[in-house]
Structures are given as structure tokens and as C-alpha cells.
């Protein structure tokens, strides 16, 4: 899946009755008879569910996949910037769950929960599509609207994550088990299918469609969009079969309640004589249950194991950032297929669809066959030091690129790469000869390396005879095209053109004016032996069109590669067949280094997730009593929310090359991943069994409790030993 699994069993059981409400309880369950699917114990009402959940994941996954180009190409923001806000939007994704499943559980009940943000996540996709239309307003009033419809989009499916399985496993009966249990499987399924499609389907048309003359961006949100609207109108549709329970109590908040009375009691009893406790929730025991005591120990528990964990997701969700990034300095034509960059994310979710029956019907009977007890925790150690070694390959990847940029010349030395269009060689400087191009067999000319320092003079002659003279700096990169009447000089890059455009420009060798060039929606002009500026156009063969006087030539420009720059030379013009003969030179070489050399580490990365997330999520759920899952579920998500933060936190700070920072995440967390191992070693696991002992006790201290007076709010708070004698 394109992110971490949300397991929605883990929020869907009911629980027992406590000293704070109750979370889930059923007994206000209608009795109405609800519409089954063909005879089935299946409810009618989960296909609503089932399709929402579809349209919602294709509209976040979709509009998510084409993010940073969008930060980078349409917005223009640097390469870190567009990383820090990606993440940054992605973390609070991840907080907003906190917020939506209280106000599930304790105020609006979960379908108004669902109902009412999924129309803010509406809103938020509509303005994010009109932000990305060129004719509304301008930079700012683009970036006002992006900023805005973000956090509405991450408030919208935040809000309403925790609520949409449970909701759907609140449509059966309690003695479905099964059924429900299936129903999840398949909700899973719908996650993944949203998540691979809408990964496919956007970058296309981003990319592959265009609108105000660039790539369409409004559509590659607007699809989304309507994808989300659509969500709404059908989960609306299928409410007069839904189960509806009113709020039961939050839960959540009464935990937060718990460990802060414990805290600031223990506080008031610093320097007072009084026995010692045998943990430090006990001193929450004056206002709470032993039951509620008990069951937050067993959470902090698992939460303090989870402290090392976002360092995990901090590598993770680097896929749709700086992986998608490196990608686009990449060659991505797969012989006849051309992908686009932010495309490849689409590697995650269908390699987790084959990983999972790999590793739970191959591997891991495998190792049960070996006599290998393979616990929980070192499995997820495992899949955290898999991932390192993602980051480990992305290292590997990125410094092959490197070696495909262009080295500029230091100072003390120049690079001059002449263009030799005359009838014989040509001799720099009486000593460096350059051979005439032989155009039915062209070879991309080679730069010639001049020592010197400051400025030189560059003498050029045709056979004995000096024909020009050119003046260059030191440090800098030259192209010199000479024929036999005249010789322009022009300077040249020493850096690709950024996210896999290629980029071109005219040298006009004519005595006359070629005008209004146009070739993929850009128009330029190019005075008789001058150099127009390099203008940047997706990759492709390209055809132009340019007026001599009033006569409309065609220019053949052939293929401009991913990453290269170019120099097209305009030398001759045949009015009988309207044809401007172009000679293009590559200044830059394009980008020879093929994607495909990122599935490894998107393998790895994705193989690691198998073995973290699924068995995380499953580890969770065996060490919580039913009534705290929805607590570890929401610290289970704030862990991916602090992941994305230290992303972001990076990205701002470190100063790094691009290969470095890869390995500082690498080792990071195999670091993490040692501390996580030496936790886990000193961790005593909850038996299942005990949990479901401790859910069947009668709650005695509530009943108890039930039995006398509320003395706690007649006594001002901290006087305990009074409420103690009053009791």
C-alpha cells in the first residue's frame, strides 16, 4: 500500500463498559431488520463503504503522487522547500486522526463525523484544483490556495480515518465474525486498488495532457476531486441502511485525563511522607478505576516501545519526495513507454500486494519449518534494517547520476567545444586541430580543455590562414560554431535542466532573421548570427516552425532527450521545399542512467514494510485490552505524523548532498533499529489470554464505587487524605 497500513479491526471491536463510558458499547443497537446482500449475513450497506473508501484513497493517493513536481514545476519552490512541505502536509495527515476520532466517539457519533469532513475534504480538493489553474490570480494567490486547500484535504482525511472502518464494521451483527472480518480483507483491498490506480492514472495526466500551454496540474487535482465528491455522494446515498450508534465517550481523552492526574498528583506529593506506589499511574487510583489504571499501563507500555519507531516512516514516505525527485534526472523511456517520474510510486502498493501472500505463505512457514521463533519485535527490526538498505541502493543510484552531470571546469582551466561546419579543419590556438562534422555521420563534438587563468584570447584558423579571434574566461564552458564565412561563440551550461525537461536554443548561423520559432507552445526569435536563450520542453521528438520574411520553414529538431541540453544550428534554408537545415548539438548530455534502477530499493523499502507495518499493526492489537485498540491506533499514526517531521526538520537543516543525506537516513535507522531490538529484549509481552480475563472481570471498583456518594468534586482537588476519611 502507497502508505502506512491503517488496520481497521483495530478500531472496530466494541468494548466493555469502564469507569469513563462506554467506547463502542452496543446495547443501543436498532433492531430494525437491515437490507443483506443476496440472503447473506453480509449488510447491504458495506458496498457503500466499501466503494467510499475506494474514491477516497484514489482522490488523496492520486492528488498526492503529483505533489512535489507540482511544488517544484508549477509553484517553483526549491527542491528542499517542496520536500518540507510535502512532509509537513503528510504529518498532519497523521496528527489529524486525534482529533477525528473523538469527536466520533464523544460528540457527533461516526457517520456526521464522516459526513462533515468529507465535505471539508471536498472543499479542500476544490480549492487545491483551482490554485492550479494559471489564469487565476497569480504566484501568491496560487500559493495561498494550495496552502489552504492542504490543510482542509489533511483535516478532511485525517478526520475521518479512524472512522470510516470502524463504521463499516458497525454494519454487523456481533455474532459475524467472520463476515466481518472478510469485510475488512476486502476493505484492505479497496485501499490498495485506489491507492495503485490513482498512482498510474494522475501523473498521466499531469503529464501527458496539456492545459494553458504546460502540464495540466488543475486536472491532475480536479480528477481527484470529483473522485472525492463522488465518495461523499455515495457513502450519502446508502445511509437509510446504515447502523448508526450514538457517541459512546472518548476514550482517548480520558486516557490523556488518567496520565495527567497521575502526573500532577504524584507532583503534589513530592516532598509529603506517603508510601511508595508501585508505578506511577497508581497515583491516579483517588479518581480512577484500577480497571482504567490497568489498561493505561498496558498502553503506555506499548507507546514508550513505539518511541524509536517514526524513524521508519521518515525513510518511507521519502517516496513520493525525494525519490520522485531523483527519478526525474533519470532516463525513463521503457522502449516505447515513456514513464513519468512521479509515476513510479506506483512500484509500492503493487509490490506490497505480492509481497504480503509471499512472506505469510513462503517465507515465514519457512522459517517456522527451520525452528526459528520469529517474534514480533525482531521482525519489525528486521524490516526497519531492510529499509536502511533501500536507502542504502537509493546512495548507490544517486551517485550514478552524479556521474552523468556535467563537470565544470575549475578555475585555472576553460572548456571549448567547437562546432566545425567548414570544408576543412580548423586549428585553436596553432596547436589543437578540429576536423570538419561530417553531418551523415555526426559525432557530439568534444570539449577541448584550455589552461590558463583570468582571460585568454582564442585564435581559430582555417588551414594557414587566421579566420577569428574570441575572447574567454577562465572557469567557464564555451561553444564555438565556425563555417567558412564566420564564427559566433556562445557559453555554455554546466548543469542539467531540473526535472527531466530538455532544454534547447537556436544558434543562427543565416544572414537573416528567423522569427516566431515555435515548437511545443513556446515562441522565440533568433537574430541573423546570434544564440537565442535555452527554452525547456518535455521530452520528444520535436518539429518546429519558423517565418523567414513571410515564408513558413519547418525545423526537424529530432529527439531532445530527458536532461539534455541543446544546441540547434540554424545554417541553410531551402525555399523550394521550405526546410531549415538544423544541425543539433548536445551541450549537455541527456540523462543515460534508466529508472529502472530504483525498483531494488523500492523493493527493499517495500519488502521492510511488510515486516514492519503488518506486524506492528498485529502486535498492537494483541498487547491492548478492546477498549484502548483506538488509543494505540492513534499512536500508531502519530508515529507516521512524526516521521514526515523529521523529514521536514532534515530537509531545512542539513546542508548535504543528496547522496549523503540517504546515508545519514540510512544509518539513522539502523541505529534506531539496534535501540528498538535492546527495547524489545527488555520487554515482557501481554498474553492475549490475560487481556480477555481482564476484559470478562466484572469492573468491582466501578460497581463499588457506583455504591457510595461522588465525593471527589465536594473536596477541592488535592486533598485526598480528606476524601479518603470522608469515604
Same mark, same amino acid.
Given at each position: 500500500?502507497?502508505?502506512?497500513?491503517?488496520?481497521?479491526?483495530?478500531?472496530?471491536?466494541?468494548?466493555?463498559?469502564?469507569?469513563?463510558?462506554?467506547?463502542?458499547?452496543?446495547?443501543?443497537?436498532?433492531?430494525?431488520?437491515?437490507?443483506?446482500?443476496?440472503?447473506?449475513? %453480509?449488510?447491504?450497506?458495506?458496498?457503500?463503504?466499501?466503494?467510499?473508501?475506494?474514491?477516497?484513497?484514489?482522490?488523496?493517493?492520486?492528488?498526492?503522487?503529483?505533489?512535489?513536481?507540482?511544488?517544484?514545476?508549477?509553484?517553483?519552490?526549491?527542491?528542499?522547500?517542496?520536500?518540507?512541505?510535502?512532509?509537513?502536509?503528510?504529518?498532519?495527515?497523521?496528527?489529524?486522526?486525534?482529533?477525528?476520532?473523538?469527536?466520533?466517539?464523544?460528540?457527533?457519533?461516526?457517520?456526521?463525523?464522516?459526513?462533515?469532513?468529507?465535505?471539508? %475534504?471536498?472543499?479542500?480538493?476544490?480549492?487545491?484544483?483551482?490554485?492550479?489553474?494559471?489564469?487565476?490570480?497569480?504566484?501568491?494567490?496560487?500559493?495561498?490556495?494550495?496552502?489552504?486547500?492542504?490543510?482542509?484535504?489533511?483535516?478532511?482525511?485525517?478526520?475521518?480515518?479512524?472512522?470510516?472502518?470502524?463504521?463499516?464494521?458497525?454494519?454487523?451483527?456481533?455474532?459475524?465474525?467472520?463476515?466481518?472480518?472478510?469485510?475488512?480483507?476486502?476493505?484492505?483491498?479497496?485501499?490498495?486498488?485506489?491507492?495503485?490506480?490513482?498512482?498510474?492514472?494522475?501523473?498521466?495526466?499531469?503529464?501527458?495532457?496539456?492545459?494553458?500551454?504546460?502540464?495540466?496540474?488543475?486536472?491532475?487535482?480536479?480528477?481527484?476531486?470529483?473522485?472525492?465528491?463522488?465518495?461523499?455522494?455515495?457513502?450519502?446515498?446508502?445511509?437509510?441502511?446504515?447502523?448508526?450508534?450514538?457517541?459512546? #465517550?472518548?476514550?482517548?481523552?480520558?486516557?490523556?485525563?488518567?496520565?495527567?492526574?497521575?502526573?500532577?498528583?504524584?507532583?503534589?506529593?513530592?516532598?509529603?511522607?506517603?508510601?511508595?506506589?508501585?508505578?506511577?499511574?497508581?497515583?491516579?487510583?483517588?479518581?480512577?478505576?484500577?480497571?482504567?489504571?490497568?489498561?493505561?499501563?498496558?498502553?503506555?507500555?506499548?507507546?514508550?516501545?513505539?518511541?524509536?519507531?517514526?524513524?521508519?516512516?521518515?525513510?518511507?514516505?521519502?517516496?513520493?519526495?525525494?525519490?520522485?525527485?531523483?527519478?526525474?534526472?533519470?532516463?525513463?523511456?521503457?522502449?516505447?513507454?515513456?514513464?513519468?517520474?512521479?509515476?513510479?510510486?506506483?512500484?509500492?502498493?503493487?509490490?506490497?500486494?505480492?509481497?504480503?501472500?509471499?512472506?505469510?505463505?513462503?517465507?515465514?512457514?519457512?522459517?517456522?519449518?527451520?525452528?526459528?521463533?520469529?517474534?514480533?519485535?525482531?521482525?519489525?527490526?528486521?524490516?526497519?534494517?531492510?529499509?536502511?538498505?533501500?536507502?542504502?541502493?537509493?546512495?548507490?543510484?544517486?551517485?550514478?547520476?552524479?556521474?552523468?552531470?556535467?563537470?565544470?571546469?575549475?578555475?585555472?582551466?576553460?572548456?571549448?567545444?567547437?562546432?566545425?561546419?567548414?570544408?576543412?579543419?580548423?586549428?585553436?590556438?596553432?596547436?589543437?586541430?578540429?576536423?570538419?562534422?561530417?553531418?551523415?555521420?555526426?559525432?557530439?563534438?568534444?570539449?577541448?580543455?584550455?589552461?590558463?587563468?583570468?582571460?585568454?584570447?582564442?585564435?581559430? @584558423?582555417?588551414?594557414?590562414?587566421?579566420?577569428?579571434?574570441?575572447?574567454?574566461?577562465?572557469?567557464?564552458?564555451?561553444?564555438?560554431?565556425?563555417?567558412?564565412?564566420?564564427?559566433?561563440?556562445?557559453?555554455?551550461?554546466?548543469?542539467?535542466?531540473?526535472?527531466?525537461?530538455?532544454?534547447?536554443?537556436?544558434?543562427?548561423?543565416?544572414?537573416?532573421?528567423?522569427?516566431?520559432?515555435?515548437?511545443?507552445?513556446?515562441?522565440?526569435?533568433?537574430?541573423?548570427?546570434?544564440?537565442?536563450? %535555452?527554452?525547456?520542453?518535455?521530452?520528444?521528438?520535436?518539429?518546429?516552425?519558423?517565418?523567414?520574411?513571410?515564408?513558413?520553414? @519547418?525545423?526537424?529538431?529530432?529527439?531532445?532527450?530527458?536532461?539534455?541540453?541543446?544546441?540547434?544550428?540554424?545554417?541553410?534554408?531551402?525555399?523550394?521545399?521550405?526546410?531549415?537545415?538544423?544541425?543539433?548539438?548536445?551541450?549537455?548530455?541527456?540523462?543515460?542512467?534508466?529508472?529502472?534502477?530504483?525498483?531494488?530499493?523500492?523493493?527493499?523499502?517495500?519488502?521492510?514494510?511488510?515486516?514492519?507495518?503488518?506486524? #506492528?499493526?498485529?502486535?498492537?492489537?494483541?498487547?491492548?485490552? @478492546?477498549?484502548?485498540?483506538?488509543?494505540?491506533?492513534?499512536?500508531?499514526?502519530?508515529?507516521?505524523?512524526?516521521?514526515?517531521?523529521?523529514?521536514?526538520?532534515?530537509?531545512?537543516?542539513?546542508?548535504?548532498?543528496?547522496?549523503?543525506?540517504?546515508?545519514?537516513?540510512?544509518?539513522?535507522?539502523?541505529?534506531?533499529?539496534?535501540?528498538?531490538?535492546?527495547?524489545?529484549?527488555?520487554?515482557?509481552?501481554?498474553?492475549?489470554?490475560?487481556?480477555?480475563?481482564?476484559?470478562?472481570?466484572?469492573?468491582?471498583?466501578?460497581?463499588?464505587?457506583?455504591?457510595?456518594?461522588?465525593? %471527589?468534586?465536594?473536596?477541592?482537588?488535592?486533598?485526598?487524605?480528606?476524601?479518603?476519611?470522608?469515604?
Amino acid at each position: 500500500m502507497s502508505g502506512p497500513i491503517d488496520d481497521p479491526f483495530v478500531l472496530s471491536l466494541p468494548g466493555k463498559k469502564s469507569g469513563v463510558g462506554k467506547f463502542f458499547a452496543k446495547e443501543s443497537s436498532p433492531t430494525r431488520k437491515v437490507p443483506s446482500l443476496c440472503g447473506t449475513n %453480509y449488510p447491504l450497506s458495506i458496498m457503500f463503504i466499501i466503494v467510499n473508501e475506494f474514491c477516497e484513497r484514489f482522490s488523496y493517493y492520486g492528488m498526492k503522487a503529483v505533489l512535489t513536481l507540482y511544488f517544484v514545476n508549477y509553484l517553483h519552490w526549491d527542491r528542499n522547500l517542496s520536500t518540507t512541505v510535502y512532509h509537513a502536509f503528510s504529518g498532519l495527515c497523521y496528527f489529524t486522526p486525534i482529533i477525528g476520532a473523538p469527536i466520533a466517539d464523544a460528540w457527533l457519533g461516526k457517520f456526521n463525523t464522516i459526513f462533515w469532513l468529507s465535505i471539508l %475534504y471536498v472543499i479542500g480538493h476544490v480549492i487545491k484544483s483551482v490554485g492550479a489553474i494559471p489564469t487565476v490570480g497569480n504566484t501568491e494567490v496560487h500559493v495561498a490556495l494550495s496552502i489552504i486547500g492542504l490543510i482542509a484535504i489533511a483535516f478532511g482525511t485525517g478526520g475521518i480515518k479512524p472512522c470510516v472502518s470502524a463504521f463499516g464494521g458497525d454494519q454487523f451483527k456481533e455474532e459475524h465474525v467472520q463476515e466481518r472480518a472478510k469485510f475488512f480483507s476486502i476493505f484492505y483491498l479497496a485501499i490498495n486498488a485506489g491507492s495503485l490506480i490513482s498512482t498510474f492514472v494522475t501523473p498521466v495526466l499531469r503529464g501527458d495532457v496539456q492545459c494553458f500551454g504546460t502540464d495540466c496540474y488543475a486536472l491532475a487535482f480536479g480528477v481527484p476531486a470529483a473522485l472525492m465528491l463522488f465518495a461523499l455522494i455515495v457513502f450519502v446515498s446508502g445511509s437509510g441502511m446504515y447502523q448508526k450508534y450514538p457517541p459512546q #465517550g472518548n476514550i482517548l481523552g480520558s486516557v490523556f485525563k488518567c496520565i495527567g492526574f497521575a502526573i500532577k498528583n504524584r507532583w503534589n506529593h513530592r516532598s509529603k511522607e506517603h508510601p511508595k506506589r508501585e508505578h506511577w499511574l497508581d497515583w491516579a487510583s483517588e479518581k480512577y478505576t484500577k480497571k482504567l489504571i490497568t489498561e493505561v499501563k498496558m498502553v503506555t507500555k506499548v507507546l514508550f516501545l513505539y518511541i524509536p519507531l517514526p524513524m521508519f516512516w521518515a525513510l518511507f514516505d521519502q517516496q513520493g519526495s525525494r525519490w520522485t525527485l531523483q527519478a526525474t534526472r533519470m532516463n525513463l523511456d521503457f522502449k516505447g513507454f515513456v514513464a513519468q517520474p512521479d509515476q513510479l510510486q506506483i512500484l509500492n502498493p503493487l509490490l506490497i500486494l505480492i509481497l504480503i501472500p509471499v512472506f505469510d505463505l513462503g517465507i515465514y512457514p519457512l522459517v517456522k519449518l527451520c525452528k526459528i521463533n520469529f517474534k514480533p519485535i525482531p521482525k519489525m527490526a528486521i524490516g526497519m534494517i531492510i529499509a536502511a538498505l533501500a536507502f542504502v541502493v537509493a546512495t548507490v543510484v544517486e551517485i550514478k547520476i552524479i556521474e552523468t552531470i556535467p563537470v565544470a571546469p575549475k578555475a585555472g582551466e576553460s572548456f571549448l567545444q567547437v562546432m566545425n561546419f567548414a570544408d576543412s579543419e580548423v586549428t585553436v590556438n596553432g596547436t589543437m586541430q578540429v576536423p570538419a562534422l561530417d553531418l551523415k555521420d555526426f559525432k557530439d563534438p568534444q570539449y577541448l580543455t584550455l589552461n590558463f587563468a583570468g582571460t585568454q584570447n582564442v585564435t581559430i @584558423s582555417l588551414g594557414d590562414k587566421q579566420f577569428c579571434s574570441i575572447q574567454i574566461k577562465e572557469a567557464t564552458t564555451y561553444s564555438l560554431a565556425v563555417d567558412g564565412r564566420k564564427c559566433i561563440a556562445v557559453t555554455d551550461p554546466n548543469e542539467k535542466p531540473e526535472n527531466g525537461l530538455a532544454a534547447v536554443r537556436f544558434l543562427n548561423m543565416l544572414d537573416e532573421r528567423v522569427s516566431n520559432i515555435s515548437f511545443s507552445g513556446e515562441l522565440v526569435h533568433a537574430e541573423p548570427n546570434s544564440t537565442t536563450n %535555452y527554452t525547456t520542453l518535455k521530452r520528444g521528438k520535436v518539429m518546429a516552425t519558423a517565418l523567414i520574411g513571410a515564408t513558413e520553414y @519547418s525545423i526537424d529538431l529530432g529527439l531532445l532527450d530527458f536532461g539534455g541540453a541543446y544546441t540547434a544550428v540554424l545554417r541553410s534554408n531551402n525555399p523550394t521545399d521550405k526546410v531549415i537545415e538544423a544541425v543539433v548539438v548536445e551541450d549537455v548530455a541527456a540523462n543515460s542512467f534508466h529508472v529502472a534502477w530504483q525498483i531494488p530499493q523500492y523493493f527493499l523499502l517495500s519488502a521492510g514494510e511488510v515486516m514492519f507495518s503488518i506486524t #506492528g499493526l498485529e502486535f498492537s492489537y494483541t498487547q491492548a485490552p @478492546s477498549s484502548m485498540k483506538s488509543v494505540l491506533q492513534a499512536g500508531w499514526l502519530l508515529t507516521v505524523a512524526f516521521g514526515n517531521v523529521i523529514v521536514l526538520i532534515v530537509a531545512q537543516a542539513a546542508t548535504l548532498e543528496q547522496w549523503a543525506e540517504f546515508v545519514l537516513f540510512a544509518g539513522l535507522l539502523i541505529a534506531v533499529s539496534i535501540i528498538f531490538s535492546i527495547m524489545g529484549y527488555f520487554y515482557v509481552p501481554v498474553n492475549p489470554d490475560d487481556l480477555k480475563e481482564e476484559d470478562e472481570k466484572a469492573d468491582i471498583d466501578q460497581d463499588e464505587k457506583k455504591k457510595v456518594p461522588d465525593f %471527589y468534586e465536594m473536596v477541592p482537588e488535592g486533598n485526598y487524605e480528606e476524601k479518603k476519611t470522608k469515604i
